[in-house]
């Protein structure tokens, strides 16, 4: 089993700031990593799929990056929209995700 | 999208039937998968009923759930027997997306409580 390690575990920003989310697999996932979206009481919806590519309908402050084992989720000019927890999952195999990061704004 | 059915209460030792129906699209081509969250905790895969008949489970699943494919009802179900309290989670049916593990969409969640 490829374990996901997030961090941090929560975040605090300020409006119109960025945030940084880090993802690490225990082995290689090439890119087969997607970030995930959840806010209280909803599904996950897709942010980034294939580490860095962005699903559609998400705005441009939204970025991926990374492969191999270390990811990153990048969001910029953070909206109080933003407020959620953020997994990220690999699907190079049997799917495993990160335990989240809760972004606060 | 996808909707979820079923699930609630049930004691320690029991069963619970929960039903995924799609609507929008024909998931025959699909694979399709149940995914659970523990309440306010992370992510975990149950199992995958591909589409061409292949089934998974994950390890915690296997011998006591069973997914089964529906076609002529585009739904698919997720039968779990003996459930422990472990097995509370808020279970989410789920496609993969060009025959992958990457979820998209998802269904809206089932709860199930496992409680005497």
């Known amino acids: 089993e490829i374990v996901m390690t997030q961090s941090p575990a929560t975040l605090s920003v300020s409006p119109g700031g960025r945030a940084t989310l880090s993802c690490r697999a225990s082995?290689?996932?090439?890119?087969?990593l997607v970030w995930y979206q959840q806010k209280p009481g909803q599904a996950p919806r897709v942010l980034i799929h294939?580490?860095?590519t962005r699903a559609t309908g998400i705005p441009a402050r939204f970025s991926g990056r990374g492969s191999g084992t270390e990811f990153t989720l990048t969001i910029n000019s953070l909206q109080s929209e933003d407020s959620a927890v953020y997994f990220c999952?690999?699907?190079?195999?049997?799917?495993?995700f990160g335990q989240g990061t809760k972004v606060q704004i | 999208h996808l909707v979820e059915s079923g699930g609630g209460l049930v004691q320690p030792g029991g069963s619970v039937r929960l039903s995924c129906a799609a609507s929008?699209?024909?998931?025959?081509?699909?694979?399709m998968h149940w995914v659970r969250q523990v309440r306010g905790k992370g992510l975990e895969w149950v199992a995958v009923?591909?589409?061409?008949?292949?089934?998974h489970y994950g390890d915690f699943a296997k011998g006591r759930f069973t997914v089964s494919r529906e076609d002529d009802k585009n739904a698919f179900v997720l039968q779990m027997n003996s459930l422990t309290v472990d097995d509370t989670a808020v279970y989410f049916c789920?496609?993969?997306?060009?025959?992958?593990?990457?979820?998209?969409?998802w269904g809206q969640g089932a709860p199930v409580t496992v409680s005497s």
């Open positions: 789920a496609r993969g997306v060009g025959r992958t593990s990457l979820f998209d969409p």
């Open positions: 929008g699209f024909t998931f025959s081509n699909d694979d």
């Open positions: 009923v591909a589409a061409n008949g292949y089934i």
């Open positions: 082995q290689t996932v090439d890119i087969s």
């Open positions: 294939a580490a860095s």
């Open positions: 999952q690999q699907y190079k195999s049997w799917p495993t």
